[in-house]
């Protein structure tokens, strides 16, 4: 444990005390395989927190594919070059037929960037409505839809929230019309105050919300909405996307045709790639205007990289294994939960579930204190999960898409056994 | 050349035809090898343009550690890993002891967004300057530095710029304290507009303007400006870094001590890695504001290919390299100037050199298109240049930095020959 400390501390000083870990005692990883991690004491923990690495921890076609191109070339894109046009062709195979044309970068921020752009470009808008505990990057123009209160306190605000829609905690009747009431006063109120409209960009799942149960024809209605009042839809897909919900897109799972969607966190397997695709029309209108170039993307790496992560998901029955290894865990969970009163929802959608942790199931009072201790605790037992969610209390369980049924079975253990320790 | 076309076809489709690309007849690139790339038809052309590959194309050193590292572990950055602050510790012990914190970042995009918060953070100003031919970046807020004018076309302008030291086109006696006198006047509009001042942001060698012979105490009486009026300075290293000078830092050239550093291209030799240098204080104070991650940065991956590339630099006499065929490069086209009208200017330092392509050498009247057809004159003999600068006309040379002098006496006798082709 020595060692943990002094390298906890050299991090402290050279990233800064502020640069987040997880865990009250950090993790010290040396490898990574499959849906385990391993740390510096030769200790085994199942990862059932990271995207990135979807396909799994150092898959070998992945590492082979990468370790390839780095030995052979990886340059900027201007010049032709074969991978990068094979993979945003494949990309775009796997998308509705209006999503016709790719511009890759490094991030996920710098993809919602671009959308941003191209949605105000293609609009002559600067409105844009994302939801009220949305988090979509870290740049200025990104950052500035995070979490935002849904009260407009400046007429010339270019960024307005409405509510997510919060169906656990919702008391009525018809929360859609409910949510999609308020989408369209919000737009209204762009009207009112003369800020052209632009479009809306939510996560098709609304995860960082804390993936709710979204009523059937939320987000299809949204659109319908956001194109009479001549604005576009953008699906942040960077959760979502790449068969984390056992489709391949979580707008799929929604019933929507996004104008733009953005793409990023798995699709490069830890190689940074991101990317945003839309019709042909939209993408040449942007490049026109801007003359768009990233250095690092559209590269030959992370076209091996990307190539690498489809042939992965396409050739190994993923798709089907995240829709059965899921659903199964979502129901074994939800067997679960009538006997604790903590487990105030259970819910979820192929590889992505939540639990609300409460302290109440009737006033449903969120406790973010008790989701932490479910998270250090599990971690002690070697599963890795997290807590996320508009109040942060909700269990976040999002493994690798390689999880199988066997990891699920020793992770419901030692859930089943925390829950008795902590609260039994 | 069908394979070209139909490649170039598929492009246009799925990346978009604005998707830029160099020459008039792209180049379609399969192989790379320390400073030579090869095409698909197998023809070599030595690269005198890419600084990301800055160690070479495929630097088997580098090739391994990135190979290495993605077949044992690639995550994000909340837990501790060794390599990673082991690379900051690295990066740091290069820079000047006021930069003593990182944080990583995948493009220098990102890097200059962190920058550009963390000044305003810090001086709680909001205006920036930076001048008047810049490029630091493609989000909507880095972006807004781009190519401005320094005419103040509104008083709630928080970027303004000031124009670039151009000492080619100078005309008068003493361009430092006309240039110095610029900034100073447009420091003074920001007061009188009341936009808080929060700092200056350049590239330490003005590389996008056209790499300019800056009067040598021009950059540090700048920061003495910039210091007096609470303002903080930020040097962009993502070009000027990382020995392209001979310097491990543009700033070093300069003479100045800035408070803020962003790095990039170079430092991951394609993998995408980027980053922000300061005093801890500054670091801990934007962290500690923003509780800023970035998914893909300050990766194991990241860290790999980051020390495998100051291994390189540090084992292969990179340095006094650089030094010594950047000079005699410089000498010798410098030789070349007085037959040729063209040649209005021949500048540079380190692997970086500029050539200003002029009409004539007593106007200075920039030729951009005689530039372009050196730079397709010379992919034609193999020799692979491109053109910037703020006229555009400024032949851009900037081989990896393991060019050698064998290399150079090469491309002057290609050179040599297309000035007698063209001009002779």
Redesign the interface.
């Given at each position: 444990m020595g060692d943990?400390t002094e390298?906890?501390g050299?991090?402290n000083?050279?990233?800064?005390?502020?640069?987040?870990?997880?865990y009250s005692k950090?993790?010290?990883?040396?490898?990574?395989e499959g849906v385990s991690?391993f740390d510096a004491e030769g200790r085994r923990y199942t990862d059932m927190y990271?995207n990135?690495?979807s396909v799994g921890?150092?898959h070998p076609h992945?590492?082979e594919a990468?370790?390839r191109q780095?030995?052979?070339?990886?340059?900027?894109?201007?010049?032709?070059?074969?991978g990068?046009?094979e993979y945003?062709?494949r990309l775009?195979g796997r998308h509705h037929d209006g999503i016709?044309?790719?511009?890759?970068t490094?991030?996920?921020?710098?993809a919602n960037?671009v959308a941003?752009?191209m949605a105000r470009q293609a609009t002559n808008g600067r409105g844009i409505i994302c939801t009220n505990a949305a988090y979509h990057g870290?740049?200025?123009?990104v950052r500035a839809l995070t979490r935002l209160s849904t009260e407009v306190i400046s007429k010339t605000a270019e960024v307005r929230a409405v509510s997510f829609p919060d169906t656990y905690r919702f008391v009525g009747d018809d929360p859609c019309s409910y949510y999609l009431e308020e989408l369209d006063q919000t737009i209204q109120s762009f009207r009112r105050d003369n800020v052209p409209f632009a479009g809306m960009l939510v996560c098709s799942i609304f995860a960082n919300e804390g993936l709710p149960n979204v009523p059937k024809e939320y987000l299809s209605k949204a659109a319908e909405i956001v194109h009479a009042a001549g604005g576009l839809l953008i699906c942040d897909e960077v959760q979502s996307g790449l068969c984390r919900t056992g489709k391949w897109w979580g707008y799929q799972d929604m019933g929507v045709l996004p104008d733009i969607v953005t793409m990023?966190?798995p699709i490069?397997?830890?190689?940074?790639l991101a990317g945003v695709a839309a019709s042909?029309e939209l993408?040449?209108k942007?490049?026109?205007e801007?003359?768009?170039?990233?250095?690092?993307?559209?590269?030959p790496?992370q076209a091996a990289a990307g190539n690498a992560v489809l042939d992965v998901i396409e050739n190994e029955g993923i798709q089907s294994s995240v829709l059965a290894v899921g659903e199964k865990l979502l129901c074994d969970l939800q067997e679960i939960q009538p006997q604790f009163e903590q487990m105030g929802d259970v819910r979820g959608v192929g590889l992505f579930i939540g639990i609300e942790w409460v302290l109440d199931q009737t006033t449903k009072e969120p406790d973010v204190e008790g989701a932490m201790k479910m998270v250090e605790a599990l971690k002690e037992k070697g599963f890795l999960i997290s807590h996320a969610g508009a109040h942060r209390n909700m269990l976040k369980i999002r493994p690798p898409l390689v999880f199988q049924h066997t990891d699920s079975a020793a992770f419901l253990e030692a859930f089943n056994e925390t829950l008795r320790e902590l609260y039994g």
């Open positions: 943990i390298l906890h050299r991090r000083k050279i990233l800064g005390a502020g640069s987040p870990l997880f950090p993790l010290h990883l040396v490898r990574g991690l990271n990135v690495a921890h150092c992945v590492v990468i370790s780095v030995a052979t070339l990886n340059v900027h894109s201007r010049y032709l070059h074969e990068i046009v945003a062709e775009m016709e044309c790719a511009i890759l490094c991030s996920g921020t710098e960037e941003l752009l870290n740049s200025a123009a990023g966190k490069g397997a830890g190689v940074p042909g993408v040449e942007f490049r026109s801007t003359r768009y170039f990233n250095t690092f993307a559209a590269s790496l």
